[in-house]
């Protein structure tokens, strides 16, 4: 592709933002956790487990370092940067999980636009809805933005138009989002890997999933590259009724070439295309009722045609007082490998999450959260010699601290 | 006061003062006092409601210097009722920037509102409704309602608004308020007269639902 690679953008976008007119806003956070968990060898370490911590990384462990920088540059144009760490075997200590430009001028007539240009989410998770992308509501996000966090990042430039109709004395706003972007060609890696998994764990953008991959046969889970010069697209659009309901919808396709490969991180280009829908009704009385749905598939052919269809479904119930919190969460997950039988990389599942957090001031928050993962994974037997079913619970306590300020 | 009284310059001063001093009694003694009482379809009281009486016959209430703050990513006041002409000074009281914006066709205009960057008052010369947003934070709402009308208020806590010392005529009272939500503005015509007149507004549809409360403002809108 004739754009910016993702690294020459962020040092132009460093540049740009070196000569600031305006006071720049910062964020740092320190989560710390404590860990009770039976979870299976985790994805993290290449094995079949479905969550961030197993039964091999109990007790104290840091759940994230993670800093934030938002540098207006004049009134309209502003620069974010995102960066965390994670102390997961990952490949840099410190690493980026957002860092994009946006243009946001003024409305006009009730129509405002906005541009963001360089690596960020797609608008599609009604649950990641807090500061550096984290859901509010639990430790551990559902699997739809789990996968999220896990595969998929825009890296390219979006365009989005608001009709801010609460501004002109109707109770609706409605948005419409339309992006191409590159760089995420090894989207699905990681579904057809090891399916859906429940953590809390952005993949960064010159990271890559967990641990190294010693297996020379298997990628490198490096899911930032451009390996097709292919450009890929999403749509979406959202209605708001006041600040009560938003409904979201997104389609997303990677235009990925299934038969381009990229050695240096010894991975095809996964043809993966989906359809987002959520749906998040709060009510006056502390309630929230978030229903998230996520329907797609990815191919990859290399030599022969193997694709994957993936759904997954999402029903959340909170209900907050005051400073506290109490979330129940339902998920189900399906992958269903359409290829060759003996090499299942299909699963089904579900699970359950319960969680209470309590915001202690303005700096601390403290969450303890009940997390059980239900899965039927054929490759365990076959890879790992282990039952298919697996059963896996975790009890995390999480404190963070968190600071904020301008300069 | 007579003829005959004019012909002694004292006299006629004397007279003079007299008849001031029975204009202003009678004035006084004529004039009606107003009690409006704003009920929501469900019999509470409809607080913080705003409402005008106009006429004809008076010009509208000296302009004021008011302020709208920005504080914890709120503007304060979140409704301000403003003389036409008045004119409104945009603090900003966080730490944060905001930008604070409005194309309402009552006044139109965009300030960015830097920590330590202070901007000269906005003038509201059109009476009508002003919704303000910020660029930045969308959950951030409030009105500046603009009127040409002598008497104005918002309802207290009790629905109640009250104005003593009303020189009696016919005025057009206008309520409005946030979360109204009837089919057509509210405007009834009141003929004051030299006594105490109460007038009870009932809406005839629920109001639309408040802002939430309470969700912190790091969430995204």
């Known amino acids: 592709m004739g754009l910016l690679s993702p690294s020459r953008a962020l040092w132009l976008a460093m540049f740009v933002a070196g000569a600031p007119a305006c006071a720049a806003d910062w964020e740092l956070a320190l989560d710390l956790r404590a860990v009770s968990s039976d979870g299976r060898e985790s994805f993290l370490d290449n094995g079949q487990g479905k969550l961030r911590f197993d039964e091999d990384h109990q007790g104290i462990q840091l759940g994230r370092l993670r800093a934030a920088w938002n540098q207006p540059l004049g009134e309209v144009f502003s620069a974010h940067v995102e960066a965390s760490t994670w102390d997961d075997d990952d490949k840099n200590p410190i690493d980026l999980t957002e860092a994009f430009l946006e243009y946001r001028p003024y409305p006009r007539g009730g129509l405002r636009t906005r541009v963001r240009l360089g690596a960020f989410y797609p608008p599609m998770s009604l649950e990641s809805r807090a500061l550096g992308w984290e859901t509010p509501y639990t430790i551990t996000p559902s699997a739809i933005s789990s996968w999220i966090g896990e595969e998929i990042r825009t890296i390219g430039l979006e365009g989005q138009v608001d009709w801010l109709g609460t501004r002109l004395g109707y109770d609706f706003d409605l948005q419409l989002t339309a992006a191409v972007f590159g760089w995420n060609d090894p989207a699905g890696t990681m579904l057809g890997a090891h399916g859906f998994a429940f953590h809390d764990r952005q993949t960064t953008l010159f990271g890559r999933v ?198 | 006061m007579s003829r005959r009284d004019q012909e002694s310059p004292f006299r006629w001063i004397t007279a003079a003062a007299l008849v001031c001093l029975a204009w202003c009694c009678g004035v006084q003694a004529q004039a009606g006092s107003l009690t409006v009482t704003v009920k929501q379809r469900n019999d509470k009281p409809l607080v913080g409601a705003v ?43 966080d730490a944060i920037s905001h930008q604070v914006y409005s194309f309402s066709s009552a006044r139109q205009f965009q300030l960015p509102l830097y920590r330590g960057k202070t901007y000269p008052p906005v003038v509201f010369d059109q009476p009508g409704v002003v919704t303000l947003g910020c660029n930045i934070h969308d959950n951030m709402l409030a009105y500046i309602v603009v009127t040409g009308a002598p008497y104005f208020g918002r309802t207290g806590a009790d629905g109640e608004w009250i104005v003593p010392n009303l020189p009696p005529g016919k005025y057009s009272l206008r309520l409005w308020h946030p979360l109204i939500n009837e089919p057509q503005e509210v405007e009834r015509t009141v003929n004051i007269a030299a006594d105490r007149d109460v007038l009870e507004l009932r809406l005839s549809r629920d109001l639309r639902p408040a802002p939430l409360k309470g969700r912190p403002h790091s969430w995204d809108y």
């Open chain 1, 210 to 407: 967990g641990a190294p991959q010693p297996d020379p046969e298997f990628a490198k889970k490096e899911l930032f590259h451009e390996i097709d010069g292919r450009p890929g697209y999403y749509v979406g659009a959202q209605a708001r009724y006041l600040d009560r309901a938003v409904l979201n919808v997104l389609h997303y396709d990677n235009r990925a070439d299934p038969t381009a490969r990229l050695p240096s991180i010894r991975d095809l280009a996964w043809l993966t295309k989906f359809d987002a829908v959520a749906l998040r009704i709060e009510t006056g009385g502390g309630w929230t009722l978030l229903l998230q749905g996520l329907d797609g598939t990815t191919v990859i052919d290399p030599g022969f045609w193997l694709d994957w269809e993936f759904d997954s479904q999402s029903a959340l119930l909170a209900r907050r007082m005051g400073a506290h919190m109490l979330t129940v969460r339902y998920d189900e997950f399906n992958v269903l490998f359409r290829g060759d039988p003996l090499e299942s990389g299909s699963e089904d599942g579900n699970a359950w999450a319960l969680a209470y957090s309590y915001d202690s001031g303005e700096h601390w928050r403290f969450a303890l959260e009940w997390l059980r993962v239900d899965s039927d994974v054929p490759a365990r037997v076959e890879l790992l010699g282990e039952p298919a079913f697996a059963r896996e619970s975790k009890v995390e306590f999480s404190a963070r601290y968190s600071l904020s300020g301008s300069f």
């Open chain 2, 51 to 93: 409402i005008t009486l106009e006429t004809p016959a008076l010009p509208s209430a000296s302009p004021i210097a008011a302020i709208m703050d920005q504080v914890n990513l709120a503007f304060v006041p979140d409704v301000l009722v403003i003389p036409l002409h008045s004119k409104v000074l945009f603090p900003n009281s």
